[in-house]
C-alpha cells in the first residue's frame, strides 16, 4: 500500500491508494490546521550581567526560532539602554514575532558596579628637604576617580619648624567606598643657619688706661634653637690698666652645631692732659667747648674758668654734658662775640679729667660763625625719680620745639603708657619726660616720627635705650 501526505496551512489533502482496490472518499478530501505555538526566544551570555564603571558594554543579543518561521534572530527587536556611567540596574528587553501569534519577549538585567580604586597622584616631590625655623606648606594631591577635596592628607609638620623627619599621609576613597592606594611624602627637616649674634652697645670701644672695664655682652639667638644667649663663650683678655688694643670674641653654637663668633675692639688709651676745641653755635651766642676726655664737673662747670681773649667776658651759664665731654657756654648779647674772638678755658678753676689731671690755662680761636655740622648725641638717661620721670641728655644745645614734640618719643615697653610732657631745660641740653604711671622697665625710642634737632638744625638719629 503507498500512501502520501502534503501539508500546508489551513488544510489537509489526503490522498489514499490501494493495492488491488479503489477506493472512493464519501467525504470531505481537506482539514484546516491552526498555528498556535509562538517563536522561541533565548537570551545569551549571561543574564544577568556586569559591567564596570565607565567601560563599554558590549551585549551578547539573543537567538529567536520557530517551528514553522525558521530563524528569527535577525528580527529582533532590543529596547532599553545600558549607561555604564551611572551605578546600579539596567533592564534590556528582546522581543520576536512570527507573525500569526503574540510577540515572545524577554529580558537581561546588567548590573553597573563600580570596583576599580581611585589613583592618588602627589603634588611636587615625594621628598622634601627643609630649613628648621621655616614654613611647610602643603603641596597637596590629586585624586583620579575621587574628589580632590576629600583627600585626607595627616602627619604634615607645624610651623615653625622643628628638626626631624616627618611621614605626611594621603589616603582617599571613591563614591563607592573603594579605598586608594596610600600615598606618602618623607618631609625631612635640618638645621643649616648659623645662629646670630648682636652686640650690646658699640662694636668698638675706647677707654683711659686705669679705667673699670665691665663688657658689655651680647645677646645670640637662632631661627631654631632660639635664645642662645647663656650658650655664649667670651674670649676677653682686655687689660685696662695696660694701654693697647683689645678684642674680645663672642662664640656660640646651636644645638645642630652651627657655630657663630662676633668680636668687640676695645681701645685703652693713655691718659694725658685734656685736650679741646671750641666753635661759636649761633642763637643765643653759645659757644660749644668739646674735650678729647671726661672732665669733672667742678671747675669745668664753673663760668670763671672760662673768659674771651678781647672783651674778657665770662660765660653766663655753663652747661657740661653728663658724659663730660661738651661744655656749652651762654654769654650775653651785649658786645656780642668778634668774628676773631679767642677763648681762655682753665682760668679761674682747674679743669681735671677724671683722674686729677690738670688741663693748663690754654688759649684757643673759636670758629665764630661757623655752621655746626655736627649731629648731637644721647649721653646719658635716667630715672630720677621711683614714680614717672626719666632724664635724657644730649651734648649739645638742642631745639626747643623740636625736643618738647611728644610725637617724638615712644615708650616702646608699654604703648599704653607714652609720655604726657616733654619739658628742655633752660640750658637746652635736658629733656624730662613725665609718665603717666610708672611702667616695670622702660624703653624709650627718641626721634620717632620725626627728627630731634641741635639748635642749628643737625639731626638727632634715632634711638632706643
Known amino acids: 500500500?503507498?500512501?502520501?501526505?502534503?501539508?500546508?496551512?489551513?488544510?489537509?489533502?489526503?490522498?489514499?491508494?490501494?493495492?488491488?482496490?479503489?477506493?472512493?472518499?464519501?467525504?470531505?478530501?481537506?482539514?484546516?490546521?491552526?498555528?498556535?505555538?509562538?517563536?522561541?526566544?533565548?537570551?545569551?551570555?549571561?543574564?544577568?550581567?556586569?559591567?564596570?564603571?565607565?567601560?563599554?558594554?558590549?551585549?551578547?543579543?539573543?537567538?529567536?526560532?520557530?517551528?514553522?518561521?525558521?530563524?528569527?534572530?535577525?528580527?529582533?527587536?532590543?529596547?532599553?539602554?545600558?549607561?555604564?556611567?551611572?551605578?546600579?540596574?539596567?533592564t534590556l528587553t528582546y522581543s520576536v514575532s512570527d507573525g500569526v501569534n503574540p510577540p515572545t519577549t524577554a529580558t537581561r538585567t546588567v548590573n553597573v558596579v563600580d570596583t576599580t580604586p581611585p589613583v592618588i597622584?602627589?603634588?611636587?616631590?615625594?621628598?622634601?628637604?627643609?630649613?628648621?625655623?621655616?614654613?611647610?606648606?602643603?603641596?597637596?594631591?590629586?585624586?583620579?576617580?575621587?574628589d580632590d577635596n576629600s583627600i585626607?592628607?595627616?602627619?604634615?609638620p607645624e610651623n615653625p619648624l622643628a628638626t626631624g623627619v616627618y611621614l605626611v599621609r594621603y589616603n582617599v576613597s571613591d563614591a563607592a567606598g573603594n579605598p586608594a592606594e596610600e600615598k606618602t611624602r618623607f618631609v625631612v627637616v635640618h638645621d643649616s643657619t648659623a645662629p646670630v649674634i648682636s652686640l650690646i652697645g658699640p662694636a668698638s670701644l675706647t677707654i683711659d688706661a686705669g679705667e673699670a672695664f665691665v663688657d658689655p655682652g651680647a645677646?645670640?639667638?637662632?631661627?631654631?634653637?632660639?635664645?642662645?644667649?647663656?650658650?655664649?663663650?667670651?674670649?676677653?683678655?682686655?687689660?685696662p690698666d695696660a694701654p693697647g688694643v683689645y678684642t674680645i670674641t663672642y662664640n656660640v653654637v646651636d644645638f645642630s652645631g652651627n657655630a657663630a663668633s662676633a668680636t668687640r675692639t676695645v681701645t685703652v688709651q693713655a691718659v694725658s692732659s685734656v685736650q679741646w676745641a671750641a666753635n661759636y653755635a649761633g642763637p643765643g651766642y653759645r659757644v660749644i667747648?668739646?674735650?678729647?676726655?671726661?672732665?669733672?664737673?667742678?671747675?669745668?662747670?664753673?663760668?670763671?674758668?672760662?673768659?674771651?681773649?678781647?672783651t674778657s667776658a665770662q660765660p653766663t651759664a655753663v652747661a657740661l654734658s653728663a658724659d663730660g665731654l661738651t661744655a656749652t657756654l651762654a654769654f650775653e648779647p651785649?658786645?656780642?662775640?668778634?668774628?676773631?674772638?679767642?677763648?681762655?678755658?682753665?682760668?679761674?678753676?682747674?679743669?681735671?679729667?677724671?683722674?686729677?689731671?690738670?688741663?693748663?690755662?690754654t688759649t684757643k680761636s673759636i670758629a665764630a660763625n661757623s655752621a655746626d655740622t655736627q649731629a648731637p648725641g644721647w649721653t646719658l638717661s635716667t630715672k630720677i625719680n621711683a614714680t614717672k620721670q626719666f632724664t635724657l641728655n644730649f651734648n649739645e644745645v638742642m631745639d626747643k620745639a623740636s625736643a618738647e614734640n611728644l610725637a617724638h618719643y615712644q615708650n616702646m615697653t608699654d604703648p599704653n603708657n607714652?609720655?604726657?610732657?616733654?619739658?628742655?631745660?633752660?640750658?637746652?641740653?635736658?629733656?624730662?619726660?613725665?609718665?603717666?604711671?610708672?611702667?616695670?622697665?622702660?624703653?624709650?625710642?627718641?626721634?620717632?616720627?620725626?627728627?630731634?634737632?641741635?639748635?642749628?638744625?643737625?639731626?638727632?638719629?634715632?634711638?632706643?635705650?
Open 1 to 90: 500500500m503507498h500512501s502520501r501526505v502534503l501539508h500546508w496551512i489551513g488544510c489537509i489533502l489526503l490522498v489514499v491508494t490501494l493495492s488491488g482496490q479503489s477506493c472512493t472518499p464519501t467525504g470531505p478530501s481537506s482539514v484546516d490546521v491552526q498555528d498556535t505555538t509562538p517563536p522561541t526566544l533565548t537570551v545569551m551570555g549571561p543574564n544577568p550581567a556586569t559591567v564596570e564603571r565607565g567601560d563599554v558594554y558590549r551585549d551578547y543579543g539573543a537567538v529567536a526560532f520557530d517551528a514553522d518561521a525558521g530563524d528569527l534572530t535577525s528580527t529582533i527587536q532590543v529596547t532599553g539602554t545600558v549607561d555604564t556611567s551611572v551605578v546600579g540596574s539596567h
Open 121 to 146: 597622584t602627589l603634588t611636587g616631590a615625594a621628598l622634601l628637604d627643609l630649613e628648621c625655623g621655616g614654613t611647610y606648606e602643603e603641596p597637596g594631591a590629586t585624586a583620579s576617580g575621587a
Open 152 to 156: 585626607v592628607v595627616t602627619g604634615q
Open 219 to 239: 645677646t645670640a639667638s637662632d631661627s631654631c634653637s632660639g635664645d642662645l644667649t647663656d650658650r655664649i663663650v667670651t674670649e676677653n683678655e682686655v687689660n
Open 289 to 310: 667747648v668739646r674735650f678729647s676726655q671726661p672732665v669733672q664737673q667742678a671747675g669745668a662747670s664753673l663760668p670763671s674758668s672760662y673768659r674771651t681773649v678781647t
Open 334 to 361: 651785649v658786645g656780642g662775640l668778634s668774628s676773631n674772638e679767642q677763648l681762655q678755658i682753665g682760668v679761674g678753676g682747674q679743669i681735671l679729667n677724671w683722674l686729677g689731671n690738670v688741663t693748663p690755662v
Open 418 to 465: 607714652p609720655p604726657l610732657s616733654a619739658s628742655l631745660d633752660a640750658n637746652g641740653t635736658k629733656v624730662v619726660l613725665t609718665f603717666g604711671s610708672e611702667p616695670v622697665t622702660h624703653v624709650i625710642r627718641v626721634s620717632v616720627g620725626n627728627t630731634i634737632k641741635d639748635i642749628n638744625g643737625n639731626p638727632f638719629p634715632q634711638m632706643s635705650f
